[in-house]
């Protein structure tokens, strides 16, 4: 099979599928039973496939649409991937040796 090759800039890109994300695809499903599972987005068409694994959803969406445009959004978030440091909640265990016997 060729190698898509994009057709708009990164900008565009990225301006199209939040678009056809928020106008049509968000308020389609329901985003607490979806909650970070990943949406491929054909660009072009507005077509979509969702999937708790990106390469599921994508393949799904090229099965489709051969020549798809796709645009990946994560239900839930505005971003597919975080970069850098983010806060996570850490639990002290104050009721014995945790794994390593400290």
Not at 36 to 45: M, P, Y
Not at 49 to 55: N, R, S
Not at 78 to 85: A, K, Q
């Given at each position: 099979m060729p190698e898509?090759?994009p057709?708009?800039s990164?900008?565009?890109?990225?301006?199209?599928?939040?678009e056809?994300?928020?106008?049509?695809i968000?308020?389609?499903?329901?985003e607490t039973?979806?909650a970070?599972?990943?949406?491929?987005?054909?660009?072009?068409?507005g077509?979509y496939?969702?999937?708790?694994d990106?390469?599921?959803?994508?393949?799904?969406l090229?099965a489709r649409y051969?020549?798809?445009?796709?645009w990946?959004r994560r239900?839930g978030?505005?971003?597919?991937?975080?970069?850098?440091?983010?806060h996570?909640s850490?639990?002290?265990?104050v009721?014995?040796?945790?794994r390593?016997g400290w």
């Amino acid at each position: 099979m060729p190698e898509l090759q994009p057709r708009y800039s990164k900008e565009e890109f990225a301006q199209r599928g939040d678009e056809i994300y928020e106008r049509d695809i968000r308020p389609q499903i329901d985003e607490t039973s979806n909650a970070g599972k990943f949406v491929a987005i054909d660009i072009e068409t507005g077509a979509y496939e969702i999937d708790v694994d990106k390469l599921t959803a994508s393949d799904r969406l090229l099965a489709r649409y051969p020549e798809a445009q796709i645009w990946l959004r994560r239900v839930g978030s505005r971003y597919v991937r975080r970069f850098g440091l983010h806060h996570r909640s850490v639990r002290l265990r104050v009721d014995g040796p945790d794994r390593r016997g400290w």
